[in-house]
T-cell receptor, first 116, second 111 residues
Framework: GAGVSQSPRYKVAKRGQDVALRCDPISGHVSLFWYQQALGQGPEFLTYFQNEAQLDKSGLPSDRFFAERPEGSVSTLKIQRTQQEDSAVYLC??????????????FGPGTRLLVL | AQRVTQPEKLLSVFKGAPVELKCNYSYSGSPELFWYVQYSRQRLQLLLRHISRESIKGFTADLNKGETSFHLKKPFAQEEDSAMYYCALRRYSGGYQKVTFGTGTKLQVIP
């Protein structure tokens, strides 16, 4: 079946604009994760959803970042008043359950955000 | 707090030479370690995990708790192994998993 998909794949925003990044997880996957990957770095955890519940948002860098998954499937990461330091690749990943031992996270292709 | 360190940003080896990508971690609990790979223009994908003790595409990795290491090894490098490799540590918090990634090592296999 289809893997995790993300849209748009590329986004250029002017500083101060709001952006919305979409993630379509694998159908039926309970867990959904957002990561931020800055240039030359590994992915860093932003937030986690279990179905529609956002159980962890400890990685969101500021209150300009907001994520939702209202029906427990598609998720949107919104960044308000974008800043240049928000430029990064935003990765979405999903897993079938809550992440028991041996369970795999499946990653999307990422959205590359460039803030000018 | 957990931490994953990959000391090499770039590792260049000749085709047929042995490969070792280093990974060290710090974590007070019982770690679950992984290697992820990202080939050019492809998404991040799981390569192998320590609990499976498997060999994937000729790669192996052994968890050494004494040295807190999880180095990735392959006896004979192939050109198709050229990619970014990320070491990752998974822990469980509040009934769900959280993954910490290293900064990655770019493996370049020279023909």
């Amino acid at each position: 079946g289809a893997g995790v998909s993300q849209s748009p794949r590329y986004k250029v925003a002017k500083r101060g604009q709001d952006v919305a990044l979409r993630c379509d997880p694998i159908s039926g996957h309970v867990s959904l994760f957002w990561y931020q990957q800055a240039l030359g770095q590994g992915p860093e955890f932003l937030t986690y959803f279990q179905n529609e519940a956002q159980l962890d948002k400890s990685g969101l860098p500021s209150d300009r970042f907001f994520a939702e998954r209202p029906e427990g499937s598609v998720s949107t990461l919104k960044i308000q008043r974008t800043q240049q330091e928000d430029s990064a690749v935003y990765l979405c990943a999903s897993s079938l359950y809550r992440g028991s031992k041996g369970e795999t996270q499946y990653f999307g292709p990422g959205t590359r955000l460039l803030v000018l | 707090a957990q931490r994953v360190t990959q000391p090499e940003k770039l590792l260049s080896v000749f085709k047929g030479a042995p490969v070792e990508l280093k990974c060290n971690y710090s974590y007070s609990g019982s770690p679950e370690l992984f290697w992820y790979v990202q080939y050019s223009r492809q998404r991040l994908q799981l390569l192998l995990r320590h609990i499976s003790r498997e060999s994937i595409k000729g790669f192996t990795a052994d968890l050494n708790k004494g040295e807190t290491s999880f180095h990735l090894k392959k006896p004979f490098a192939q050109e198709e192994d050229s990619a970014m490799y990320y070491c990752a540590l998974r822990r469980y918090s509040g009934g769900y998993q959280k993954v910490t990634f290293g900064t990655g090592t770019k493996l370049q296999v020279i023909p």
